[in-house]
Nanobody, 127 residues
Framework: QLQLVESGGGLVQPGGSLRLSCAAS????????IGWFRQAPGKEREGVAF????????NYADSVKGRFTISRDNAKNAAYLQMNSLKPEDTAVYYC????????????????????WGQGTQVTVSS
C-alpha cells in the first residue's frame, strides 16, 4: 500500500520552531519530488516548499522563505520541513506530497502534479 504519513505537528508559541516529517511506505521516495503544502480553515491549499529527487533543487513560497527549510533523506525514505520563527499565520494543516515529475518551478508549488498525498498534521501557532 502506497502511503505518506506526516508527523511532528503541534502547538507552538510565536517565534518557536517545529520539524515536520514525512515518511513513505510502499514505494521508494527517491524517485519522487516532494512538496509540502498547507491549508488553513476557509483557505485554499498553498504550496510551501519543494525539493527535487536528488535534493539539489528547492523552491519556497515567499511567505516562508528564510524561515522554513525542506530536506530529504532518501536512505530513510523520508522528507522533512524545518519551520523556524513561526507566526500565527502559519497555522494550518500541513501535507506532504510526492510527484514523479514536475514541469517547472511554478508548478512545483501547485498541487496538480502530485501523485500521492499524506493525511496531514496540524500546526497551531498561538500564545
Amino acid at each position: 500500500q502506497l502511503q505518506l504519513v506526516e508527523s511532528g505537528g503541534g502547538l507552538v508559541q510565536p517565534g518557536g520552531s517545529l520539524r515536520l516529517s514525512c515518511a513513505a511506505s510502499g514505494f521508494a521516495l527517491n524517485y519522487y519530488n516532494i512538496g509540502w503544502f498547507r491549508q488553513a480553515p476557509g483557505k485554499e491549499r498553498e504550496g510551501v516548499a519543494f525539493i527535487s529527487t536528488s535534493g539539489a533543487d528547492t523552491n519556497y513560497a515567499d511567505s516562508v522563505k528564510g524561515r522554513f527549510t525542506i530536506s530529504r533523506d532518501n536512505a530513510k525514505n523520508a522528507a522533512y520541513l524545518q519551520m523556524n520563527s513561526l507566526k500565527p499565520e502559519d497555522t494550518a494543516v500541513y501535507y506532504c506530497a510526492a510527484a514523479q515529475k514536475v514541469s517547472g518551478r511554478l508548478s512545483s508549488l501547485g498541487p496538480y502534479e502530485y501523485d500521492y498525498w499524506g493525511q496531514g498534521t496540524q500546526v497551531t501557532v498561538s500564545s
